[in-house]
T-cell receptor, first 116, second 117 residues
Framework: DAGVTQSPTHLIKTRGQQVTLRCSPK?????VSWYQQALGQGPQFIFQ???????QRGNFPDRFSGHQFPNYSSELNVNALLLGDSALYLC???????????????FGEGSRLTVL | AQTVTQSQPEMSVQEAETVTLSCTYD???????LFWYKQPPSRQMILVIR??????QNATENRFSVNFQKAAKSFSLKISDSQLGDAAMYFC??????????????FGQGTELSVKP
């Protein structure tokens, strides 16, 4: 049973560019959440997708957007990249419908974004 | 707004000994969940233990146990018989109760645990 998979694992962009990160949830999971983890810090919640809609959002600007597809996979898009966007981006999935709202979160290994 | 604070940036323990990692949190909610996650150098966050606020009994998972003090808003993790594989960054996390869909965790700053052979 594959866990949460993320791609790419590493990428380098320059300021002003746009990036798309991808996440496939664990089999049987229907909810995907995205987190940003700066070096030496705890992860910070960006947003959560369920039934192809953004359900919750953290304190991130509109440059951060996402999408969830019918197969529950998800993308995180960041426009107009800033140096401060350099971080590890973590995807986590859970089974909301099966677990009644508090299924365990399973995390992927993350995508390391470096903005030069 | 809810906050989670880990006041120990680094901790060290001798192999086979016991170590306790501290966490405090602030919330006005009565229904919530608390977690300890482990993040090894491989980067993947792994759930260590989970505590529901409405349960008075402290959660245990093999060598891992918590001391949940709801009134004091304290949630410490005790690792017994420490092993080399326990070396990692440990994060305390909070999750609101109903209506949250389980996705929005609020993390502390982390405690880096090293285990000496």
């Amino acid at each position: 049973d594959a866990g949460v998979t993320q791609s790419p694992t590493h990428l380098i962009k320059t300021r002003g560019q746009q990036v798309t990160l991808r996440c496939s949830p664990k089999s049987g999971h229907d909810t995907v959440s995205w987190y940003q983890q700066a070096l030496g810090q705890g992860p910070q919640f960006i947003f959560q997708y369920y039934e192809e809609e953004e359900r919750q959002r953290g304190n991130f600007p509109d440059r951060f957007s996402g999408h969830q597809f019918p197969n529950y996979s998800s993308e995180l898009n960041v426009n107009a990249l800033l140096l401060g966007d350099s971080a590890l981006y973590l995807c986590a999935s859970s089974a909301f419908r099966l677990a009644g709202g508090h299924g365990e979160l399973f995390f992927g290994e993350g995508s390391r974004l470096t903005v030069l | 707004a809810q906050t989670v604070t880990q006041s120990q940036p680094e901790m060290s323990v001798q192999e086979a000994e016991t170590v306790t990692l501290s966490c405090t949190y602030d919330t006005s909610e009565s229904d919530y969940y608390l977690f300890w996650y482990k993040q090894p150098p491989s980067r993947q966050m792994i759930l260590v233990i989970r505590q529901e606020a409405y349960k008075q009994q402290n959660a245990t998972e093999n060598r891992f146990s918590v001391n949940f003090q709801k009134a004091a808003k304290s949630f410490s993790l005790k690792i017994s018989d420490s092993q080399l594989g326990d070396a990692a960054m440990y994060f305390c996390a909070y999750n609101r109760g109903q209506g949250n869909q389980g996705g929005k965790l609020i993390f502390g700053q982390g405690t880096e645990l090293s285990v000496k052979p």
